[in-house]
């Protein structure tokens, strides 16, 4: 069975800074995706980023970047000069198809963005 | 703008009344969602449709049933709602199974 760990329930950063949220999870598939989700309080749930597990480049969007260690199963999120509004539960995702290839989330990590 | 869109965003309803929540798109998607979402916890998913092909979460109640009548729209009956039934609802939609899905805002269900 698929799982997605975040180990850091919450976590805060200053605005400007960097900040790294931790994802592993397990799978038996070969192919497939990656993503992480931002869900801003009481807002839409949003994509962040994804990554097809068949690149080996991790995937950058702006400001937001991964690192994707497949050996290790490892899929953590980079902010970049964090802005008052990435403050959000961030979700870490996986997902593959097939009949049973529905996506398996995280627990979440708690951003706060700090002025 | 292709999108999501659910009504209510906000539903009151009374311990026992049935309620309906409702999902459409304009995606043209063939798969369609829905997850029940508690403060602060993961999205937990009742069940989906890929295309008319309904299939259900081993752990959702008897008392959640879906509905999809056309490629549109989707439609979540809860027939007795509890107190703790009382949540998030979210829809979403993605072309194929274990892609990324696209959310809609959600329907915040109150029991009372």
């Known amino acids: 069975a698929q799982t997605v760990t975040q180990s850091q329930p919450e976590m805060s950063v200053q605005e400007a800074e960097t900040v790294t949220l931790s994802c592993t999870y397990d799978?038996?598939?070969?192919?497939?995706?990656l993503f992480w989700y931002k869900q801003p309080p009481s807002r839409q749930m949003i994509l962040v980023i994804r990554q097809e597990a068949y690149k080996q480049q991790n995937a950058t969007e702006n400001r937001f970047s991964v690192n994707f260690q497949k050996a290790a199963k490892s899929f953590s999120l980079k902010i970049s000069d964090s802005q008052l509004g990435d403050t959000a539960m961030y979700f870490c995702?996986?997902?593959?198809?097939?009949?049973?290839?529905?996506?398996?989330f995280g627990k979440g990590t708690k951003l706060s963005v700090k002025p | 703008d292709a999108m999501v869109i659910q009504n209510p965003r906000y539903q009151v309803t009374q311990f026992g009344k049935p309620v309906t929540l409702s999902c459409s798109q304009t995606?043209?998607?063939?798969?369609m969602y829905w997850y029940q979402q508690k403060s602060s916890q993961a999205p937990k998913l009742l069940f989906h449709y890929y295309d008319k092909d309904f299939n259900n979460e081993a752990d959702t109640p008897d008392n959640f049933q879906s509905r999809r009548p056309n490629t549109s729209f989707c439609f979540l009956d809860i027939r007795s709602p509890g107190l703790g039934d009382a949540a998030m609802y979210l829809c979403?939609?993605?072309?194929?199974?274990?892609?990324?899905?696209?959310f809609g805002p959600g329907t915040r269900l109150t029991v009372t």
């Open positions: 799978t038996s598939e070969n192919n497939y995706y």
């Open positions: 995702a996986s997902g593959h198809g097939g009949s049973q290839g529905n996506l398996i």
């Open positions: 979403a939609t993605s072309s194929t199974r274990g892609n990324e899905q696209y």
């Open positions: 995606l043209n998607h063939n798969v």
